[in-house]
């Protein structure tokens, strides 16, 4: 019997002694502050470009009607989606989101089915990095008056002499050149806010009546620019292989590489006009 009290008496002064360790652990703890993490607010910086006074929309006056250019991007069917959120590398690619998009695949379960289905190198993705503008990209006219002979100011306008094609592109060579074009279109009018295409045209006729004064004993120059923006980031490439197994589908991208690439795409029905006087012909 004294035994058995003994251990009664062991085991419960162990017991108060763990209450009481725990209850001061818990006491530690609520005396420390809470931990608060703080986000980072969002940005709001807006990375438009600004469009300086220079620079006029001239597609209410452009004799050639440029046909709009809308972002090609493709909204994947929702298959397309699933598998796209397989893969180990973001895809972005419009033309390869059309082709699974065109795809269609019995999702019933098959006993053993394994099967590995190679697609082609693809470029997956386009990341920017710079996205500037060159207002005097392409000079596409150019007009003039001497007024040396006269005694007052003379005035004149933009017109526009001959019909102008402006063509932008890649700076250089690389792998699936439409497909990388389509991506940093998306991108570049994105970032920009612009009316964008890798081909404009200023027909022949086109006016503004925005008036320059040739001061007498001087020549007039009024020159017409197409601007153009200057888009740089990187390419991402990769093997893509559609991968099956049983009712489970999956993208697998594999020998993924990165390549720096360049362009420069022309902005729609604008252009940047300098004006210059001058007592002697340039």
Do not use: C
């Not at 809470?34 to 910086?45: D, G, L, Q, R, V």
């Not at 806010?193 to 890798?198: E, I, N, Q, R, V």
Request: proline content about 6%; aromatic content about 8%; cysteine-free.
């Amino acid at each position: 019997m004294k035994i058995m009290r003994t251990v009664l008496m062991v085991i419960l002064a162990f017991f108060v002694a763990t209450t009481a360790i725990h209850a001061e652990t818990n006491s530690k703890k609520a005396d420390k502050p809470p931990k608060t993490t703080e986000k980072a607010p969002k940005s709001s910086e807006d990375y438009s470009i600004k469009i300086p006074n220079s620079v006029l929309n001239v597609a209410k006056e452009n004799t050639y009607p440029n046909s709009t250019q809308d972002q090609p991007y493709l909204q994947p069917s929702e298959w397309s989606q699933e598998l796209i959120e397989t893969s180990n590398v973001k895809i972005e690619n419009p033309n390869l989101i059309r082709m699974l998009n065109e795809s269609t695949m019995n999702k019933a379960p098959t006993i053993g089915l394994r099967a590995t289905i190679y697609l082609g190198e693809w470029p997956l993705n386009y990341a920017s990095t710079e996205t500037s503008p060159n207002w005097e990209y392409q000079k596409i006219n150019t007009n003039y008056f001497d007024n040396r002979g006269g005694k007052s100011n003379y005035q004149i306008h933009y017109v526009q002499e001959a019909q102008k094609v402006v063509k932008g592109g890649l700076t250089a060579k690389v792998p699936h050149a439409d497909d990388v074009e389509k991506m940093m279109l998306i991108k570049a009018m994105d970032k920009s806010k612009l009316p964008l295409a890798f081909q404009t045209i200023i027909g022949a006729g086109t006016k503004k009546d925005q008036v320059y004064n040739i001061s007498p004993k001087r020549l007039g120059y009024l020159y017409a620019y197409a601007p153009a923006i200057n888009e740089k980031g990187k390419v991402t490439y990769g093997e893509v292989f559609l991968v099956m197994k049983g009712t489970k589908r999956t993208i697998v991208v594999k020998n993924v590489t990165s390549q720096g690439v360049g362009a420069f795409i022309p902005v729609q029905d604008h252009v940047h006009f300098g004006f210059m006087a001058s007592e002697n012909p340039r």
